[in-house]
């Protein structure tokens, strides 16, 4: 039996916890002066004031969220087996999926590996360990990767910024094997993927199925994606048949990317580079009609005090971007936000297409993939929401 340091929560603090909540804040624990002193990431033993067994948690003082649960056991060894066991489930549902060689792998909570972010590229694993925790264990990860799964290169994209309120430092380093380029294939295209520099862990899982679905409808569309980045869209649709692809970002090295991506696959694109918003104002006094015009931002509510703002901006989005589509045609909005609720989104994009005095209907509400499961009592933390519609 492992006997982990207990920690108490606060008299009537219990409740939330009860309920099946993965998490304790700081302020719900009877916090005495040596639990401060435990190294962060350590295991604990949470206890209600009376005397009701939470389980094992992570703990980590310095933290808002200062303790994340590990297992319902409170006796359980988190140890290499553990991890190893943990993660062997979650590739295994991956694989029931179909998910194939390139998926997320591990996505945090709804995994049971709290703060943990695992993407695989083929033979090379990407990880984020976004809580104390999840760096402390890290050589375990890296150890049941490599036993489970024909990886041969890891690499921590370790640069998030809510590492920062859990206390760790910022870096991207590689963890075992060579630094090289990766490659995602996805619907008959091979993308690039460079994993010690490129967005997050270097490619965007949890759009998947809203690019299969958009790309179902692209063979003789005329397409304009929006936000581009690395023309995933885009090329999904060039490759489906589409009669022509235009992509719009601000990032130079982006679209550089993209015609790369494009060359490499024998597909024709076209390429603008400019601020979205300018892009789209000019397109529509130039009278340009698309079939199928996409938009998918980074996110424009990146904290609490953003999201007004940030409502405001993918209201703004949907107003510009109605114009463009022809009578008829299909308009997909998504929003990566963390900050702009479903409800609230879905309200900003009608009330944008409604000012640009277009009507239609909604065909579809999406999430991120199956690959990206969300936690039942963490309903937050499914941050992709798109919508599809058609316009008359």
């Not at 049941?144 to 041969?152: E, F, H, K, R, S």
């Not at 048949?241 to 130079?252: K, M, N, R």
Request: glycine content about 8%; some cysteine.
């Amino acid at each position: 039996m492992t006997e982990h340091p207990l920690i108490r929560l606060a008299p009537g603090r219990a409740r939330r916890l009860k309920a099946g909540h993965p998490w304790a804040y700081s302020n719900e624990l009877a916090m005495a002066p040596e639990l401060r002193a435990l190294p962060p990431g350590a295991p604990v033993r949470l206890e209600g004031d009376d005397g009701w067994r939470a389980g094992t948690f992570a703990f980590n003082p310095h933290s808002l969220i200062a303790a994340r649960l590990l297992d319902r056991d409170p006796a359980a060894a988190i140890d290499a087996a553990w991890v190893a066991r943990r993660l062997e489930a979650a590739i295994a549902l991956r694989a029931r999926l179909g998910m194939g060689d390139y998926c997320r792998l591990v996505h945090a909570e709804a995994d049971g590996l709290p703060g943990l972010i695992v993407d695989r590229y083929g033979d090379v694993a990407v990880l984020q360990a976004n809580t104390a925790w999840a760096e402390r264990v890290t050589p375990e990860i890296v150890a049941a990767l490599c036993a489970a799964l024909p990886v041969t290169a890891v690499v921590a994209r370790n640069d998030a910024a809510v590492r920062v309120h859990e206390g760790l430092a910022q870096e991207v380093k590689l963890l075992r094997g060579e630094a090289r380029t990766a490659v995602v294939e996805e619907g008959g295209v091979r993308f690039a993927v460079d994993p010690l520099g490129g967005q997050k862990t270097g490619w965007f899982f949890d759009q998947r199925p809203n690019r299969d679905r958009v790309a179902a409808l692209a063979s003789g569309a005329r397409v304009l994606d929006v936000f581009c980045h690395v023309g995933a869209f885009g090329l999904r649709c060039a490759r489906a048949g589409a009669a022509g692809v235009v992509l719009v970002d601000a990032s130079a090295p982006a679209l550089e990317h993209a015609e790369a991506s494009a060359r490499d696959n024998g597909l024709a694109v076209a390429t603008r580079r400019g601020d979205a918003f300018d892009v789209l104002a000019a397109a529509a006094q130039a009278g340009e009609r698309y079939d199928i015009v996409i938009c998918d931002p980074p996110a424009f509510a990146k904290s609490k005090k953003d999201q007004a703002a940030g409502l405001r901006a993918y209201e703004r989005m949907a107003r510009l971007a109605a114009p463009l589509v022809a009578p008829g045609g299909l308009f997909f909005a998504a929003s990566c936000s963390h900050h702009a609720p479903l409800a609230e989104f879905a309200a900003a994009i009608a009330s944008g297409l409604h000012r640009a005095r277009r009507s239609g209907r909604i065909l579809g509400t999406y999430g991120a993939g199956p690959d990206h499961p969300v936690h039942p009592q963490l309903p937050e933390s499914a941050y992709l929401k798109a919508q599809f519609f058609q316009l008359d």
